[in-house]
Every structure is written in C-alpha cells, then in structure tokens.
C-alpha cells in the first residue's frame, strides 16, 4: 500500500502520494482531502483543447503540462493532479514546476485570483508586492524576513473574497533568490537548498513564524524602477488598480483555455475595489533593500 503525505498549501489540504518536504504537515490528516496528487500515466494530448502552448494544452476543467525530461503534469477540475516524472528527472525539478505553474492552474480551475507576488505578514494583515520578473518581489520579502516579519509565500499568491473580506492565502515557506540578493541580505549559503540544478537560484527556507490561515490583505506594492535618485511612493487610483490586478494575475494566459476568463473578470473587480494599491518606485542604479523596507514601514504605521 502507497504511503500517503497530507499537507497544507494555499488554505487547501493536499493529499500526496510521495513527500514534498517544502510544505508544511495538514494539521489534521484525518480531514478529507481537497486536493489529490498521484504519481500515473498522464495523456499526450488532451481531447479539443481550447488553448495550445508551447509546452501547454488547457481546456475547462483540464490542463496539461508538459516539461521535457522532467515530467507531465495532469490537473483535472481543481481536485486531482496527475504527475508522470520522466526516468531522468530529479526529485527537486519534478517539484519545482509542481508547485509553481501547475498549482497555479489548480487555483485557477478552483477559481482563486492567483498574483504573480510575495509577500510577508505584518501587525496589520498581508502586504504583498507585485512586480515583473526579477523586480525584486522576492528579495523585498526576504528582506522584510530577515527583519522578522512571517513570509506569506514567493512567485504566487492566491487570492479571494470571502464575506466581504478581501484574503491572501499562505503557499509554503520558502523564498526563492538570486545568489547577489542572498548576499546583500547577508544569507549563508548553507541557509540555503538547491532548486534545480544548474540554477544559481536557491530556496531559503522560511519556516519562523510561518503561518497557513488565510490573512486579511492590508496593501499592495507594485514594484518599479526608474532613473531618478529617490524612492517614489504613490497610489494607484480607481481604475488603474483593476489594470495592475489584472497585468500581475499569474499565468494570465491560462485564463481563456480553462473557461476562467469571466470569473476572473469579477474577481479582480472585487479584490481592486476592497484594496489599498501603491507604486514603489526605486532608483534603477541602487536597489537599497533596507531602505525599501523602511519606507514601507513608515507607509503602513508599523
């Protein structure tokens, strides 16, 4: 008989068919599972596809992924993903991909507003930043971290509306970082564990003071840069907050395959309407962490 991991991960309890030892133990593995992860045959193809990728197919309910040499991936009506690892893939790729694009169209076929974001947890709820790849998400919250502030999650954050409360809901506690951040911010390599191999990325595991309940979402934080010398802080107004929801929604593309679109649509409206948006804007030539930190510090009463 196959031994079974329960674990927890964005609010939903995941049942494992092997161990994934970024997340974090269910609290009560006696609970029904939500979410199912089996390692199976996978199709090569699925049948009328609404949208093709490169290495992608989508459809409503189904979406596969398929990622030479390491694994095909099967995520079937938000409940159930199916994994068939290649022979020559690596425990850790096979992960990699799992918890990152894959998950993210389960939350998308359950309907969640997943953000391209990280984030850290503070005395007055979730603040989250959002930005383009390698805007320095990542290496804000491990700076925000390092200062003792829980991490909520790295790369995606899924997000929901429940009783009129806008929620972002913890993935694992792990952030992922370039080797000049982990020295900037002082992190010892041995702190550390490898990604993929190959990738001078590594995870920093963050598991102080993590916490797996859903938390109110207080601020957002757009990041940019430009080639003025100070640190610029503004909001986003109106309209505009619904734009960067939608410009930062992670994977956006899968949307329209997996008959999403309009539930997306109202979701965004509703978290834009209900949430403080801010632009950080940073001086392009000095990427200053701590000083980041206290601005937003300061912005946010702390």
């Known amino acids: 008989m196959t031994a079974l991991f329960h674990y927890t991960i964005s609010g939903l309890h995941l049942q494992s068919e092997w161990e994934l030892p970024e997340l974090v133990p269910a ?15 996978t199709p090569s193809a699925l049948e009328n596809p609404s949208r093709r990728g490169v290495l992608y197919q989508a459809s409503p309910s189904q979406f596969l992924l398929q990622m030479p040499n390491i694994a095909s991936y099967w995520v079937r009506n938000g409940e159930e993903i199916l994994v068939n690892p290649q022979p020559e893939s690596r425990e850790e790729e096979v992960r990699l991909f799992l918890l990152g694009t894959v998950w993210a169209a389960l939350l998308h076929q359950r309907e969640f507003l997943v953000l391209h974001a990280s984030g ?17 998400k990542s290496s804000l919250a491990a700076a925000f971290y390092r200062r003792g502030y829980p ?21 694992f506690p792990q952030l992922r970082l370039w080797p000049d951040m982990l020295h900037a911010l002082g992190v010892a390599p041995k702190e550390t564990i490898a990604l993929r191999p190959n990738l001078p990325k590594r995870g920093l595991p963050t598991a102080e003071g993590f916490c797996t309940k859903a ?20 909001k986003v107004p109106g309209m505009a907050r619904f734009n960067t929801l939608r410009h930062n929604t992670f994977r956006e593309k899968f949307l329209s395959g997996l008959g999403v679109r309009a539930v997306h649509f109202k979701k965004v409206t509703e978290v834009a309407q209900k949430t403080s948006v801010y632009q950080l804007t940073r001086p ?7 000083d980041l930190v206290d601005v937003i510090v300061k912005d946010l009463g702390l």
């Open 27 to 41: 609290p009560d593995a006696g609970q029904p599972a939500q979410v199912r992860l089996l390692r199976a045959e």
């Open 120 to 136: 850290v947890i503070t005395l007055k709820g979730a603040v989250i930043f959002m930005g383009r790849s390698g805007g320095g």
């Open 151 to 171: 991490a909520l999650g790295d790369d995606t954050i899924a997000v929901d509306v429940l009783d009129g409360k806008t929620l972002a809901y913890p993935t």
């Open 215 to 234: 938390q109110p979402i207080h601020a957002i934080y757009v990041l940019g840069s430009h080639i003025g010398e100070e640190i610029m802080l503004e």
């Open 284 to 290: 392009e030539k000095d990427g200053n962490l701590p």
